[in-house]
């Protein structure tokens, strides 16, 4: 697997013209510490993790119906409405904007390296009534419009058929974000239009945006 160092915006921009070597459809996928492995949420979870999944979406779909506008249309978007609002699932969170995903790599954890994955050829799910818990290898899944967060943080997952192994992928590379041209790359992407107000829409990403621009915390 190709990594690739960032230590300027210069390197960024360099790296990202290099990538139509690869595919125009790759997907991104910004982490704030470099030694975060590619491993869904539920996954992480140091128990049965099949049997917590089930309990939790289960009661998720139960708790949910009186805070949503419209029911999902099926299970893959169940999913994604649960990722997108921190139920630890099977997906991870990729996007197709490459500013987004170094937005997520140089937004905190200022002491560390982070890192953008790229991954491209991936097969997407193209068939929604196969069961996503018994798949049999990672797919790619793009949701119809479920919430303006999706939309605006150009949002596509992978579907992991064993959540609990890291995921690797043949076509895959990596670019490491130096700490310390965290706070360049962060103020590169402020002039861009990409921040918190942006990603988040809402007041709470308005506030985050103002409390920087104010008083200079993160």
């Known amino acids: 697997m190709d990594t690739v160092r960032i230590d300027t915006t210069i390197d960024f921009h360099k790296a990202l013209i290099d990538l139509k070597k690869i595919s125009l459809g790759s997907i991104f996928r910004g982490v704030s510490n470099c030694d975060y492995q590619l491993i869904p949420s539920i996954g992480r979870i140091k128990k049965d993790i099949y049997i917590v999944e089930k309990n939790l979406m289960r009661k998720f779909k139960e708790s949910a119906i009186g805070y949503i506008g419209r029911l999902p249309n099926d299970e893959y978007e169940w999913l994604a409405l649960a990722q997108h609002h921190g139920l630890p699932t099977r997906l991870l969170d990729w996007t197709y904007n490459p500013l987004i995903a170094l937005f997520f790599a140089v937004k905190n954890n200022y002491e560390n390296d982070g890192r953008i994955y790229i991954a491209w ?32 943080q150009s949002s596509v997952f992978t579907v992991h058929s064993s959540p609990e192994k890291p995921y690797e992928a043949k076509n895959m590379m990596i670019l490491d974000i130096v700490a310390n041209a965290k706070h360049e790359l962060r103020e590169m992407l402020f002039k861009y239009g990409v921040n918190y107000k942006t990603i988040y829409p809402g007041l709470d990403g308005l506030s985050r945006d103002l409390k920087w621009l104010e008083t200079g915390i993160y």
Do not use: G
């Open 121 to 152: 050829n991936i097969s997407q799910i193209r068939n929604k009534n196969r069961n996503p818990y018994q798949l049999k290898k990672t797919y790619r899944y793009r949701p119809s419009f479920i919430t303006q967060r999706i939309i605006n």
